[in-house]
């Protein structure tokens, strides 16, 4: 498990995502597809960084793997928001951090990237939750992404 410091993330922050994400979790499929969607449309070229989409002849919501991938990337996402305070750091299920960070690296990911990605699933979340929605809702996902984002980032180098 990699781990990051976790400051600044507060006891009312974490009850706004667990309270969102318990509410979004049966969806997070369709959600992922939907995150995935907004960040190609935001970046196009964003599809390059992704091999299984280099030559797909299909509609992106038709790729039989994109799906699994934006599941997994929404799941990661916002179980590490979830345990954020618990924990008291970044966690990651699946995959650890060096090796996402080795992966981010290889396939060339840029500060723009996270933030397209940032954008899109604050969005993602706010059309899924819209109820719910709130300034310090968006806040508290935002400082959870950040802080997954950073400790990503800390770990982009080539994979030894």
Not at 33 to 49: D, G, H, V
Not at 68 to 94: D, N, Y
């Amino acid at each position: 498990m990699g781990t990051l410091d976790t400051k600044g993330f507060t006891e009312e922050q974490e009850a706004l995502v667990v309270k969102s994400w318990n509410a979004m979790k049966k969806n997070s499929a369709e959600l992922g597809l939907k995150l995935f969607l907004k960040i190609f449309e935001i970046a196009p070229s964003a599809q390059k960084l992704f091999s299984f989409l280099k030559d797909s002849k299909v509609p992106l919501e038709k790729n039989t793997k994109l799906k699994p991938h934006a599941m997994s990337v929404f799941l990661m996402t916002c179980e590490s928001a979830v345990q954020l305070r618990k924990s008291g750091k970044v966690t990651v299920r699946e995959s650890s951090l060096k090796k996402l960070g080795a992966n981010h690296f290889k396939y060339g990911v840029v500060d723009e990237h996270f933030e397209v990605t940032k954008f899109a699933l604050l969005e993602t979340i706010k059309e899924a939750v819209p109820e719910m929605w709130s300034p310090a809702m968006k806040n508290a996902w935002g400082e959870a992404y950040d802080q997954l984002v950073n400790a990503i980032k800390s770990e982009m180098k080539p994979s030894s």
